[in-house]
C-alpha cells in the first residue's frame, strides 16, 4: 500500500460539496488528513461532512463564493487559524457550454473568476504559509477541455488551459520552498456536471473514450492524493486522467 504521508496532514479542497470535489473530501479524510472543505453550497458541504464526520473535529465546512477575492480571504484565514494549510486543492469550477456567436462577456469573466482567478487568489494566499514552512503540496483540477478544443467550449476550455499554465509558473516559482504544484486533468468523471448534457450526448462522448465508459469520481480523486503524498520530486506536470481519450 501506498504511505501517502497525508496522515494529520491539513488540506483545503475547493468545490468539495457534490461530484469530484465530494470524493476528494473523502478520499484525504480515509488518510487521515484534517479536511477544509469550500464550496458555495453551504448545506450540500455541511451535509457532507455531517456524514463522514460526526463530531466534526476532521472536516470543517467552509461557506466562500469564489467569484469573491476578499470571500477567497476570509476563507483561507477562518482554515487557517483552525489549521495552517499544507495541500491545497483548486477543484471548484464553473461548467459553461455556449457558442461563439452566444457567449457574453458577463458569462466569459464568471468562468474565469471561478476557474482561474480564485485559483490564483487561493495559491498565493496559501503559499505563503507553505514558504514560511518549506512544505507544501498544490492540485489544481484542469480538464482535457483545457488541452483540446471543443466547440462551445471557448471560455470553459481557455480557463482550464490557462490553469495548466498557471500551474507551470507557480511550479517554477514555489519550486524553492518545498512546495509542488501540478494539474490533474480529467476527461469525463461520473459526477453532476457530466450528466447534465443528457443521456444521449453523454453515450456520444463515451464512445470517443478508449476505455470505452468515464471515470468514478474516486479513480480521479486517487491521482490527487497520490500527488499531494510524497511525490517530492514531481512539479509543474499535468497528470491526464482520460480513459486514453487523449494520448500525448
Ligand atoms: N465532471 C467531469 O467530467 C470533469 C471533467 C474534466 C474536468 N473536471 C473538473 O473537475 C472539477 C470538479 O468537477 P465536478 O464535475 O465535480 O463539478 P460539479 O459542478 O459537480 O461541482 C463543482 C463544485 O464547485 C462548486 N462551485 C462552483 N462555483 C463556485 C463558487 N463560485 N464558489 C465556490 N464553489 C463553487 C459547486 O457548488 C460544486 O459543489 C472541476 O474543476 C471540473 O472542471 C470535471
Redesign the pocket.
Known amino acids: 500500500m501506498l504511505d501517502t504521508g497525508l496522515a494529520d496532514r491539513t488540506v483545503l479542497i ?8 465530494a470524493a476528494l473530501v473523502r478520499a484525504f479524510h480515509a488518510e487521515g488528513a484534517y479536511v477544509a472543505a ?4 453551504e448545506e ?1 458541504n455541511r451535509a457532507l461532512a455531517a456524514g463522514l464526520d460526526p463530531d466534526g473535529d476532521r472536516i470543517l465546512p467552509v461557506r ?4 469573491d477575492p476578499a470571500a477567497i480571504e476570509s476563507a483561507h484565514q477562518l482554515v487557517d487559524a483552525w489549521r495552517p494549510v499544507d495541500v491545497l486543492v483548486n ?5 459553461l457550454t455556449t457558442s461563439l456567436w452566444e457567449i457574453t462577456p458577463e458569462q466569459w469573466d464568471e468562468v474565469f ?3 482561474l482567478r ?1 485559483a490564483f487568489l487561493l495559491t498565493r494566499s496559501v503559499a505563503a504559509g507553505m514558504r514560511d514552512r518549506g512544505f507544501g503540496r498544490i492540485v489544481n ?5 483545457g488541452q483540446t478544443p471543443r466547440p462551445t467550449g471557448a471560455a ?1 476550455g481557455s480557463s ?1 488551459a490557462g490553469l495548466i499554465a498557471l500551474t507551470r509558473v507557480f511550479a517554477a516559482e514555489l519550486a524553492p520552498y518545498g512546495v509542488t504544484v501540478n494539474a490533474v ?5 461520473d ?4 450528466r447534465s448534457v443528457g443521456a444521449e450526448a453523454l453515450a456520444e462522448l463515451t464512445a470517443q473514450v478508449p476505455l470505452g465508459r ?2 468514478t ?1 474516486e479513480e ?1 480523486a486517487r491521482v490527487a492524493v497520490f500527488l499531494a503524498s510524497r511525490t517530492s520530486f514531481v512539479t509543474g506536470a499535468t497528470y491526464d486522467v482520460n480513459g486514453g481519450a487523449l494520448m500525448r
Do not use: E
Not at 14 to 21: H, N, Y
Not at 141 to 145: D, G, K, L, R, T
Not at 191 to 194: A, C
Open positions: 475547493t468545490g468539495s460539496a457534490q461530484g469530484l470535489g469550500l464550496d458555495v453550497d450540500g466562500a463564493d469564489l467569484r477543484n471548484a469550477a464553473r461548467p473568476a471561478v476557474n480564485a483540477m484542469a480538464s482535457v477541455a470553459y482550464k486533468s480529467p476527461a469525463m468523471i459526477t453532476p456536471m457530466v468515464i471515470a469520481p480521479v
